[in-house]
């Protein structure tokens, strides 16, 4: 990995292994094993600074999500602005990256 593009198309590439799994703690905790080496390995590269943060739990899947979906949101730091890559899991993988105020 050498660019923040690269981390961009990686992240997602994390939620295909888990389409049509059911939107439960473990598929959660799954998703969350599953990146954090992908922004450890960016932090290391110096693409992201240290402090990033991924949110895959019962603050952004509330029970009103309906089954088969799986939201994730990756925060993130690089060269000086702040990120949320925010993910989309149904039957497919739906990702935005917006500039945040940090």
Sequence with gaps: MTTRDDLRLAIPGVCQQLLNLPNDAATRA???????????????????????RVVCDGTNNTP????GRLLADVYY?????????????E???????????A
Excluded: K
């Design 64 to 67: 009103d999500i309906s089954g």
């Design 30 to 52: 799954a998703f969350v094993e599953l990146a954090t080496p992908i922004l450890q390995e960016a932090e290391a590269a110096n693409i992201i600074v240290p402090g990033w």
């Design 77 to 89: 730091t690089s060269d000086a602005v702040g990120y949320l890559l925010s993910l989309q899991v």
């Design 91 to 101: 039957t497919d993988v739906r990702s935005t990256e917006l500039p945040v105020e």
